[in-house]
């Protein structure tokens, strides 16, 4: 395995992960990998379905406290980043900024999980118009995100609301949203934000990761150079998951480096 940093998974201090963090690590050094970073989802005011627990809250200092704690234990055979996945939504600017000060992180992930208080994730997002439609909003929800909630690193899973849809991603191609994928693409790139190779894509049978492969080759096209993969993990046999095949893509949109981060400094590794 060529790529030998995994830089998005979740443990149990993650809501929806039922995973001891020291498990996690157990799995990454077994396979050979030399960087992994903890990334567990901080999505404050997330809006949960009625009678849906509110698995997105985070005890951050309790996180960080076994994070350090198995950083030291570990320190021989693998480095441990402190990260987070801040769930992003326009409204809470002053609280994720401040959140974002407090600690001091070596990574953070912004991603968008919510659509204007909608959660893709049901099918009633999807329902009484077209995915098109649904996609399209979705995106455009992005756009402002990314311009409004400077906060993160990278930006996760781009076109996360495709795994989700009727048809999943069967119906859905770049060229339809083209428009609005160039605006987000050159934010980041003008502010030197990265983009996420998320493999979950691959193993839900979308047959890409997120973002799809035409939004990979714009992004390296415009200028873009900073690029992180992750698995999503929120178990151990999830960790690095298809990512020979995510360097395999990389190469074929033109990349030649992966960045890994600490203390939200971005470092390029040799795919």
Same mark, same amino acid.
């Given at each position: 395995?060529?790529?030998?940093? /995994?830089?998005?998974?979740?443990?149990?201090?993650?809501? /929806?992960?039922?995973?001891?963090?020291?498990?996690?690590?157990?799995?990454? =050094?077994?396979?050979?990998?030399?960087? =992994?970073?903890?990334?567990?989802?901080?999505?404050?005011?997330?809006?949960?379905?009625?009678?849906?627990?509110?698995? *997105?809250?985070?005890?951050?200092?309790?996180?960080?406290?076994?994070?350090?704690?198995?950083? +030291?234990? &570990?320190?021989?055979?693998?480095?441990?980043?402190?990260?987070?996945?801040?769930?992003? %939504?326009?409204? @809470?600017?002053? +609280? @994720?900024?401040?959140?974002?000060?407090?600690?001091? *992180?070596?990574?953070?992930?912004?991603?968008?999980?919510?659509?204007?208080?909608?959660?893709?994730?049901?099918?009633?997002?999807?329902?009484?118009?077209?995915?098109?439609?649904? !996609? !399209?909003? &979705?995106?455009?929800?992005?756009?402002?995100?990314?311009?409004?909630?400077?906060?993160?690193?990278?930006?996760?899973?781009?076109?996360?609301?495709?795994?989700?849809?009727?048809?999943?991603?069967?119906? &859905?191609?770049?060229?339809?949203?083209?428009?609005?994928?160039? +605006?987000?693409?050159?934010?980041?790139?003008?502010?030197?934000?990265?983009?996420?190779?998320?493999?979950?894509?691959?193993?839900?049978? @979308?047959? %890409?990761?997120?973002?799809?492969?035409?939004?990979?080759?714009?992004?390296?096209?415009?200028?873009?150079?900073?690029?992180?993969?992750?698995?999503?993990?929120?178990?151990?046999?999830?960790?690095? +998951?298809?990512?020979?095949?995510?360097?395999?893509?990389?190469?074929?949109?033109?990349?030649?480096?992966?960045?890994?981060? %600490?203390?939200?400094?971005?470092?390029?590794?040799? @795919?």
């Amino acid at each position: 395995m060529a790529v030998k940093a /995994d830089f998005h998974m979740h443990t149990n201090f993650s809501g /929806d992960s039922s995973a001891p963090m020291e498990d996690m690590l157990h799995r990454a =050094v077994s396979l050979g990998l030399s960087h =992994v970073c903890i990334t567990e989802h901080y999505d404050p005011d997330f809006v949960y379905a009625p009678g849906e627990e509110a698995v *997105f809250e985070l005890n951050t200092d309790s996180y960080l406290y076994e994070l350090l704690r198995l950083r +030291q234990k &570990y320190k021989d055979k693998i480095t441990v980043g402190f990260g987070v996945e801040l769930g992003l %939504q326009p409204h @809470l600017k002053r +609280q @994720l900024a401040v959140y974002a000060k407090s600690y001091d *992180f070596d990574f953070i992930i912004g991603s968008s999980h919510l659509c204007n208080g909608k959660d893709p994730y049901y099918p009633e997002f999807f329902e009484g118009r077209s995915e098109d439609e649904a !996609h !399209h909003e &979705y995106f455009l929800s992005v756009l402002e995100c990314v311009k409004t909630l400077p906060y993160f690193d990278v930006y996760g899973h781009l076109d996360y609301v495709v795994r989700y849809g009727p048809t999943f991603n069967e119906k &859905y191609a770049y060229a339809k949203h083209a428009d609005v994928f160039d +605006q987000i693409l050159t934010h980041l790139i003008e502010n030197e934000k990265g983009l996420e190779v998320n493999t979950k894509g691959f193993c839900m049978g @979308l047959g %890409q990761p997120n973002p799809c492969a035409e939004i990979l080759k714009r992004y390296h096209e415009l200028g873009g150079e900073i690029i992180t993969v992750g698995s999503d993990a929120h178990k151990p046999d999830e960790i690095a +998951q298809e990512f020979d095949r995510a360097r395999s893509l990389l190469l074929e949109c033109g990349f030649r480096y992966y960045c890994i981060y %600490q203390s939200r400094v971005p470092e390029y590794l040799k @795919l």
